[in-house]
């Protein structure tokens, strides 16, 4: 199974070999760059709204009626050009499916803005490249059959088991703040639109490994 740590690592072997003229990024840089996108997402969720990465994702908000009221959930959903590329054909079925709810406004990913905002030393393009390049790469592992598990910072994490049909499982902690019970999580059902949640509190160890939770 590949973390992130094995994914970037992957990532600058390939580019070297390849004599690519990115292959001097670093797996450091990988991990900064990963870490920007982490945080804007975060800085857009605590807004109450959501973030779209047109290659990958959209994270964010979706709110339900209750009694009158808005009852608001953490939402994920991979982009159409991701699914179409990567995706199993009845996984792409499952994730067309429309979102049960009102999305809450999504900023669509500024790389200037991440890069000035969100990153230590990242240019504009350095973000696009390697955010590119990431992207490309998970969901090549995907479409391989790879099982897979990426935490994304504290807000997540995506995992796949090999049947080209990802899932990504919010952290307990932006269901607790909304008053609402987490789904446990489970790998061999539900879709990414209607995630199951980990744990924020992983032992120092996973979290070395970019794991930064356990299954509830």
């Known amino acids: 199974m590949l973390n992130f740590d094995g994914i970037i690592q992957d990532i600058v072997q390939r580019r070297g070999k390849l004599g ?12 900064e760059v990963w870490a920007t996108f982490v945080a804007y997402v975060k800085s857009c969720m605590e807004q109450r ?6 290659i990958f994702c959209k994270v964010g908000w979706i ?10 959930r953490p939402y994920f959903s991979f982009a159409d050009s991701f699914v179409r590329s990567y995706l199993s054909q ?20 500024n790389f200037s803005k991440a890069a000035i905002k969100f ?11 390697m955010l590119r390049g990431l992207s490309q790469r998970i969901g090549e592992l995907i479409s391989e059959g790879k099982e897979v598990d990426i935490a994304l910072g504290d807000v997540g994490k995506l995992t796949c088991r ?18 609402l019970e987490a789904p446990t999580m489970s790998l061999d059902e539900g879709n990414s639109r ?23």
Not at 20 to 31: F, L, R, V
Not at 119 to 129: E, I, P, R
Not at 162 to 179: C, I, L, N, T, V
């Open 20 to 31: 690519s003229k990115d292959g001097n990024e670093s797996a450091q840089d990988y991990a």
């Open 162 to 179: 090999g049947d080209r049909d990802p899932k990504f499982h919010f952290s307990h902690d932006y269901y607790a703040q909304e008053g």
């Open 90 to 109: 009845e996984a792409a079925r499952k994730h067309a499916a429309p979102a049960q709810g009102d999305l809450c406004p999504f900023e669509e990913f």
């Open 194 to 216: 209607s995630a199951a949640a980990f744990r924020r509190d992983a032992a120092p160890e996973a979290m070395s490994l970019g794991i930064r939770g356990s299954a509830a």
């Open 49 to 54: 709204r959501g973030l779209h990465l047109s």
């Open 119 to 129: 990153s230590n030393q990242l240019t504009k393009d350095q973000v696009f490249t």
């Open 63 to 72: 709110a339900t009626k209750k009694q009158g009221k808005a009852s608001y």
